[in-house]
């Protein structure tokens, strides 16, 4: 019984060849579907391997078509998070740009600053100054008669 006669057993290894075939295509299909990031479905694997869907729905290929599925989507998640990784860059970049842009007029501003507190302090704000050449020029006339 578990023998087959030679025609039937040449026709069960070539049906194995073929289901084999058949799965290493299915399995090559959703490897080249993960590489170029096309949405996996059974039905796209099974289209697009040229065979039934039925096939790809069987266990072990099944199985393979959930783990891509989740690959896919959990790689898109990280290629969102890339996204918005870029994106907080680019803003921290701007954001560097405008702190340096501020600290820079608040330098010019505290020089300013620092530059109308001397002249009080010496004494050589212009109304002061005005006030100091008008005595000086009094000492060197009365110096001079």
């Avoid at 057993?9 to 075939?21: L, T």
Wanted: no cysteine.
């Amino acid at each position: 019984m578990n023998e087959h006669p030679p025609n039937t057993a040449a026709m069960v290894r070539q049906r194995k060849k073929d289901s084999k075939n058949k799965r290493g295509t299915v399995l090559a299909t959703v490897a080249a579907m993960e590489r170029t990031r096309t949405p996996i479905t059974v039905a796209e694997v099974a289209r697009r391997a040229g065979v039934s869907p039925w096939l790809v729905r069987q266990e072990p290929l099944l199985e393979e078509v959930r783990n891509a599925q989740n690959r896919l989507s959990s790689g898109a998640h990280h290629a969102a998070k890339d996204s918005n990784t870029g994106s907080l860059q680019v803003e921290r970049e701007l954001l560097r740009q405008e702190n340096q842009r501020l600290r820079q007029e608040t330098r010019r501003y505290r020089q300013r600053i620092s530059e109308l507190l001397g002249d009080q302090i010496d004494g050589t704000d212009a109304h002061s100054q005005g006030i100091r050449v008008q005595e000086l020029t009094d000492q060197n006339a009365a110096l001079s008669r």
